[in-house]
């Protein structure tokens, strides 16, 4: 079974520096996306930034990257610049065959 | 609508009372899912329908949990003889599955449910 692995529960952050949160995931498959989603204390679940895991290239969003390392199962979120507006809890999540899998999460402080 | 909507966005029940919790998916979106998200947890799936069908109803819990999604659209997640480890914050998601948006999945606001 799939399954989605964020080993930071709670990670703090200094205004304008740079963040980089984990997450490993398990499968034996070769195609299928990975994703993080943010969710402020709203509850609203947002999309962050996609990754398609047949792309060798990692994804960007203006602040926020990922390093794709598909041997070792690892797909890192990286915040640049960090804002007070990015923190919240923070999900990583795998997607294939219809399914969603997600992490347990990573709650983000941002210190101004 | 612009967005996927859930209601009602908060619900205190009894234990043992039935709940129906209402998820308006994006328009044209052919997946929804519901997902269960417990106190400081992630998301646990439940259910997932394309269309009016579900493949795939692995996540429900027990057979008090059913959903149904008719006309392509609106879809019930109905709990039966609510228990208080039912409660949890509820989340419903849309998603397209044409273009380059496809898979990406546009979540609700969520239902938080308590059960007293």
């Known amino acids: 079974a799939q399954t989605v692995t964020q080993s930071q529960p709670e990670m703090s952050v200094q205004e304008a520096e740079t963040v980089t949160l984990s997450c490993t995931y398990d499968?034996?498959?070769?195609?299928?996306?990975l994703f993080w989603y943010k969710q402020p204390p709203s509850r609203q679940m947002i999309l962050v930034i996609r990754?398609?895991?047949?792309?060798?290239q990692n994804a960007t969003e203006n602040r926020f990257s990922v390093n794709f390392q598909k041997a070792a199962k690892s797909f890192s979120l990286k915040i640049s610049d960090s804002q007070l507006g990015d923190a919240a809890m923070y999900f990583c999540?795998?997607?294939?065959?219809?399914?969603?899998?997600f992490g347990s999460g990573t709650k983000l402080n941002v210190k101004p | 609508g612009a967005g996927v909507s859930q209601s009602p966005s908060n619900k205190v029940t009894e234990k043992g009372k039935d709940v129906e919790l209402r998820c308006d998916p994006i328009?044209?979106?052919?997946?929804l899912y519901w997902y269960r998200q417990s106190l400081g947890q992630g998301l646990e799936f439940l259910i997932y329908?394309?269309?009016?069908?579900?493949?795939?109803k692995s996540g429900l819990p027990s057979d008090r949990f059913s959903a149904e999604r008719t006309g392509g659209s609106v879809s019930t997640l109905t709990i039966q003889r609510t228990q208080q480890e039912d409660s949890a914050v509820y989340l419903c998601?849309?998603?397209?599955?044409?273009?380059?948006?496809?898979?990406?999945?546009?979540f609700g606001p969520g239902t938080r449910l308590t059960v007293t």
């Open positions: 329908f394309q269309g009016n069908s579900a493949p795939d």
């Open positions: 998601a849309s998603s397209s599955r044409q273009g380059p948006s496809s898979y990406e999945q546009y």
């Open positions: 990754q398609e895991a047949y792309k060798q």
């Open positions: 499968t034996s498959e070769s195609d299928y996306y």
């Open positions: 999540a795998y997607y294939n065959f219809n399914k969603f899998y």
């Open positions: 328009s044209g979106h052919t997946a």
